[in-house]
Each structure stands twice: as structure tokens, then as C-alpha cells.
């Protein structure tokens, strides 16, 4: 049986990994981190996240970036993504992203772990 991978939590805003890892632990949930789009594709190859959490907005590459750099990829194309975003826009950018979900920001802690635990994959 497959286990699941960590969560991967990707922001640019060092406040905000951090809290939402503190989040998510407190739930019983492993994550990883990575502070910009081609960070988190690394990471994202070398760990197999079972889901990614993405911000739109990063430096060296965006969250949509990312996200079609993943679409290509043969390995990580299949990692669900959820988008965590304070955009007005985010939840329309999200469909266009073929995101699995898009959570406003400030984050709801059990929005956040009710999101992710719903999915979340073994990868």
C-alpha cells in the first residue's frame, strides 16, 4: 500500500509558511516547503507531495507558472493542487489552473486541514 506523501506548502511570504505549517502539524500532517514555483518544482519531483498548497503571487516563478511547468512534467503531473491565494481573483485563475480547490487567505485553520485532508493522495 502506498503512504502519503507529505504536504508541500509553497509561499513567498516567510510569516505565512510558517503558520500554516504550524497549522498543518498541529492536524498530524507532514510538510515540506518551498518558497517560490521552480523550489517547489524541485521538491515537488524529489519528494512526491500527495498535495500541493500554491500561492499565485512569488518571485522567480508565479504559482501558475508552476503550475504548468507540473502539467508537463510525467512524474508530478497527477499531485493535486490547492490553491492559497489573498487575490480577489484566485478562485477564477484557480479554475483556469485546473486547481483541485482555492482557499482565500488569511487561511481558516479548519478550512485549510478540512481542504487538504479531503485531497490529499498517496503518490
Do not use: W, Y
Not at 498541529?26 to 500561492?55: C, K, Y
Not at 518571485?59 to 512534467?73: D, T
Not at 479548519?110 to 485532508?117: G, H, I, M, S, W
Amino acid at each position: 500500500m502506498l503512504t502519503p506523501g507529505p504536504i508541500l506548502l509553497v509561499d513567498d511570504d516567510p510569516d505565512t509558511r510558517t503558520l500554516m505549517t504550524m497549522m498543518l502539524e498541529h492536524a498530524g500532517l507532514q510538510v515540506v516547503t518551498a518558497m517560490n514555483g521552480m523550489e517547489a518544482f524541485n521538491v515537488a519531483r524529489a519528494r512526491r507531495p500527495s498535495l500541493i498548497l500554491l500561492d499565485l503571487m512569488m518571485p522567480v516563478m508565479s504559482g501558475e507558472e508552476f503550475r504548468n511547468a507540473q502539467l508537463a512534467n510525467d512524474e508530478i503531473h497527477h499531485i493535486p493542487v490547492v490553491v492559497v491565494s489573498a487575490r480577489h481573483d484566485a478562485r477564477s485563475i484557480a479554475r483556469r489552473m485546473k486547481a483541485a480547490a482555492c482557499l482565500p487567505k488569511p487561511i481558516d485553520f479548519e478550512e485549510l486541514t478540512a481542504t487538504v485532508r479531503r485531497h490529499a493522495r498517496a503518490c
